[in-house]
Structure formats: C-alpha cells, structure tokens
C-alpha cells in the first residue's frame, strides 16, 4: 500500500498536519477550498525565485472579521522581503483581489534545512535537467546532499525520455533506509516535473528522516525537561 498512495497524505493525522487549517460549513467548504487552489495558484510563480518548500492557510475568525493567515515556506526569503520590500507589499495588493472571505495575512517563512525538505530537493534536480545537466549524477549529488543534512534513507526517481533517448524508461537511486509502509516513519515525499526540449520528465523523491518520529519527539520532550530540571537545581 505504501508504495502506490502518497506518502504524505498516508501519514496525516499520524505525524503530518495538514496543509489546510480551517474548518467550514457545506455551504463554505467548496467556496474555501476553491480560494486556497486560488492562493497557491497565484502564489507559486510570484515566488518562484525563492524556491517554495510548500504554502500553509489558515482560517480564522475575531471580533474585527475573518482572516486568512498564509505562510510561504522559501528557500530564499531574502530575495522576497528584499531591502525595500516592493515585491512583498506587490504581492500582498495581489492577495487583496484574490482572497475574497476574509482578510489576506503572508508570513514568508525560512526552510530551516532544504537538503531534508523533498519538494526542494525535485525542484532542485528538475532545474538542472532543464539545464540540460545528466540525470545520474544530479540524482547522485542531491542523494550526497540529503545524507550530509541527516536523512537515515533517500530514494530519488526520474521517468520520460532520459538523456532524449527515444524510448522513455525510469531510472532512479537509493541509500539508506525508506521505509513507506511504516506510518510511523517520518517520511518526505515529492513529485515535481521537468519541462525539456524532448518532453517532460517526472521527478520523485522520497527523505527517511527518522524511522519513529514519536519516539525522537518523546525522547527530545525528556532532554528538555532534564536540561530544564538541572538549570532550576543550580
């Protein structure tokens, strides 16, 4: 099962929240769900020079209306907020005529690690595929990549027309550990596509960060709270 559903989507509720936060009536819900499409839609090529890891909505109502707080996960903030912040405020006039339901709010947020954040990494080898770079070693150097960052396993996939042979085929590499059928497991997944001269290549890549992700965070709860008992004893 794990091998054929997306490996993101199996694990939410589990270890992964959605990209969606807001709850709506049925009368909302379609009117909602077609203005985030909407957002994302917009969003995606205004930043597509800071590299987005992935964008997060949020609904919420107060006193003074209703707002929609989205946060643009880069690579690159620098490039949005800039000196002068033009593009930013740019593209927050853009938003006004887009989101319709409430009240427009964007947080550009950092990617802390992007050599462990899998829609970085595709974006990254389907960049240099369209830079007419081989398919082999760019999957080796972004493998190399994810394993200096700390990723117990990565698997890196690309299908079409390979090099502009003729008949497409897939190849892909794997290091590690990338358990998909364990849901506790702390898996990344991406799929980006690769527009070239002799057709679209498919770009997939999977990050293992941890095998348990509940039991690193019980374990990091505990040092916490031993680190936070030693500094009350002195």
Not at 53 to 80: M, T
Not at 109 to 132: C, G, H, M, Q
Request: with cysteine; glycine share 8%; aromatic share 6%.
């Amino acid at each position: 099962m794990g091998q054929k559903v997306n490996a993101n989507g199996l694990r939410i509720g589990i270890n992964r929240k959605w990209e969606a936060n807001w709850f709506a009536s049925k009368k909302d819900y379609a009117k909602f769900l077609g203005e985030d499409i909407a957002i994302r839609q917009y969003l995606e090529p205004q930043l597509k020079e800071a590299v987005v890891s992935h964008i997060d909505i949020a609904r919420k109502k107060d006193d003074k209306g209703a707002n929609v707080i989205i946060d643009a996960y880069v690579a690159r903030p620098g490039v949005v907020l800039g000196q002068d912040n033009t593009k930013i405020n740019a593209i927050r006039a853009g938003l006004k005529h887009v989101v319709k339901t409430g009240t427009p709010t964007i947080n550009i947020v950092e990617v802390k690690n992007p050599d462990l954040d899998a829609v970085l990494i595709a974006k990254w080898i389907a960049s240099e595929i369209e830079n007419r770079q081989s398919f082999r070693s760019t999957q080796k150097k972004a493998i190399q990549r994810m394993k200096k960052a700390g990723a117990v396993g990565c698997r890196t996939q690309c299908q079409g027309r390979l090099g502009g042979a003729e008949i497409a085929r897939r190849e892909g590499y794997k290091v590690g550990v990338v358990p998909l059928e364990t849901l506790r497991a702390d898996i990344d997944f991406s799929a980006v596509t690769a527009n070239t001269a002799y057709g679209d290549i498919g770009v997939k890549v999977w990050i293992c960060k941890s095998t348990n992700k509940l039991a690193v965070k019980e374990a990091e709860k505990k040092e916490g709270g031993q680190e936070h008992a030693a500094a009350k004893a002195r």
